[in-house]
């Protein structure tokens, strides 16, 4: 896959993560529509992160030839979301819901804010 595919696919993955991680931030919790859809936004996540590992850094210092420090925003997501499903699975909703807010805060709002910035391709498309 070219660089450019794996951006639409990153991006087709992330914004309704997005969409459904606000959505489950904002309402009610434990109903069968939050179960389902935070099955659905940690399958999203899960995806989007594996899909970053083959986008190769360009901006930034890169390590090994291809990693940036965006890069441990993918790991992030790698880690919370089996922490976040293993503690609801075994009732520890306190340790649930700080991952799903450090996935949330992490992954969503400052490494989506850092595809904003100059030089990134977010920011030649929407603000160049």
Same mark, same amino acid.
């Given at each position: 896959? #070219?660089?450019?595919?794996?951006?639409?696919?990153?991006? !087709?993955?992330?914004?309704? !993560?997005?969409? =459904? $991680?606000?959505?489950?931030?904002?309402?009610?919790? $434990? #109903?069968?529509?939050?179960?389902?859809?935070?099955?659905?936004?940690?399958?999203?996540?899960?995806? #989007?992160?594996?899909?970053?590992?083959?986008?190769?850094?360009?901006?930034?210092?890169?390590?090994?030839?291809?990693?940036?420090?965006?890069? *441990?925003?993918?790991? *992030?997501?790698?880690?919370?979301?089996?922490?976040?499903?293993?503690?609801?699975?075994?009732?520890? =909703?306190?340790?649930?819901?700080?991952?799903? =807010?450090?996935?949330?805060? $992490? !992954?969503?709002?400052?490494?989506? $804010?850092?595809?904003?910035?100059?030089?990134?391709?977010?920011?030649?498309?929407?603000?160049?």
């Amino acid at each position: 896959m #070219t660089y450019l595919q794996l951006a639409y696919f990153h991006l !087709a993955t992330v914004l309704p !993560a997005f969409l =459904i $991680g606000t959505y489950l931030l904002a309402n009610r919790k $434990g #109903t069968p529509t939050h179960r389902l859809l935070g099955k659905i936004y940690m399958s999203l996540m899960l995806t #989007t992160a594996l899909i970053t590992l083959f986008m190769a850094a360009v901006v930034g210092p890169v390590l090994i030839g291809h990693f940036g420090y965006v890069h *441990l925003f993918s790991l *992030l997501v790698l880690y919370a979301v089996p922490r976040a499903y293993f503690a609801v699975r075994k009732g520890n =909703i306190a340790k649930h819901k700080r991952s799903m =807010i450090l996935l949330y805060m $992490g !992954a969503i709002l400052i490494a989506g $804010g850092f595809t904003f910035t100059p030089g990134r391709m977010m920011y030649d498309w929407l603000l160049a």
